[in-house]
């Protein structure tokens, strides 16, 4: 199990808090990732803020409105202060979800306006950007630099537009079937991200032409497969370096880099500093 939890205050017994001194606070934000794992989460009284989940990728049941979903990778879902949560992987496949806690005398007039108020599921997709910005949100409740409220509040406003929009751009066009195909895909790029993976191959996974499948995979993730899979290992090699004391080229070799100076060219391209500079943050 691959885990993270920042918390801008402590949540000892996982109750929450409740805040109205802002109009948006972030109390906690983080990511849990398992392999072959069963994990349910319920809290039958809730908590006292609001709770945010996003399916980045493998199966995931969640109870809402009284019914149960099994939700495909690119769903989300939001809990309100004391409504029941049960949410979570019963599957002996890979999954990777984020969350983030939530509160503020605001909270609820923003979901409204993000028209996520709803007590169902919604599909934005699978996106590096969505991920992205819930690494951020991470990173600020991480160093705790000055500000960092109000930027983790700004992010998380942020990324509940940016959900919005992925939502109402859901009327793709794709037929459900393929679209499961292009999930499997991805699954088997999270899979073997250290291995040589080639688009054609994917492809063939996914039963279509290669340009079909690179237009489908591109609707879906708003990147092409290669870029995809240059953005996750690197994510793979963040993690990495937060979470080991390996230097750089067993890092780039361990995410299925082959050429170190390639690794070195990408990873600066996509975080704007080299990997030793990055590593020096957490020194």
């Known amino acids: ?15 929450g808090i409740l805040d109205q001194s802002a ?8 990511y849990y990732e398992y392999e072959s794992y069963f994990k349910m989460s319920h809290r039958k009284a809730g908590r006292k ?15 809402m409105g009284g019914r149960e979903h099994m939700l495909q990778p690119g769903s989300l879902f939001v809990y309100r202060p004391q409504e029941e949560q049960y949410y979570g992987h019963a ?10 806690h939530f509160t503020g005398y605001g909270a609820e007039e923003i979901l409204r306006n993000a028209k996520l108020s709803g007590e169902v599921p919604y599909f934005a997709g699978v996106h590096n950007e969505i991920a992205t910005v819930f690494e951020n949100i991470m990173n600020e409740l991480r160093d705790k630099k000055a500000g960092f409220e109000l930027a983790s509040a700004s992010l998380l406003a942020y990324l509940l537009a940016l959900l919005s929009r992925r939502i109402e751009r859901g009327s793709s066009g794709i037929k459900v079937d393929k679209r499961g195909e292009i ?47 240059i953005k996750f290992r690197l994510q793979k090699a963040c993690d990495l370096m937060k979470n080991t004391h ?4 067993q890092i780039s070799s361990l995410v299925g880099f082959d050429d170190q100076l390639y690794f070195s060219r990408m990873f600066k391209k996509v975080y704007g500093a080299t990997p030793s500079e990055y590593m020096t943050r957490f020194d």
């Open 1 to 15: 199990m691959i885990y993270s939890s920042l918390y801008r205050v402590p949540d000892e017994d996982d109750q």
């Open 23 to 30: 109009y948006l606070l972030v109390n906690s934000a983080g």
């Open 49 to 63: 803020d609001f709770y945010l989940g996003y399916n980045y990728y493998g199966p995931m049941t969640v109870r």
């Open 91 to 100: 599957s002996e496949r890979k999954f990777l979800s984020y969350w983030v």
């Open 183 to 229: 999930y499997e895909s991805i699954k088997y790029i999270h899979d073997h991200y250290t291995k040589d993976l080639y688009v054609a191959d994917l492809a063939e996974l996914a039963h279509l032409s290669p340009d079909r499948y690179t237009t489908l995979f591109k609707s879906i993730t708003d990147t092409t497969p290669l870029q995809y899979i």
């Open 246 to 249: 390996l230097n750089i080229q």
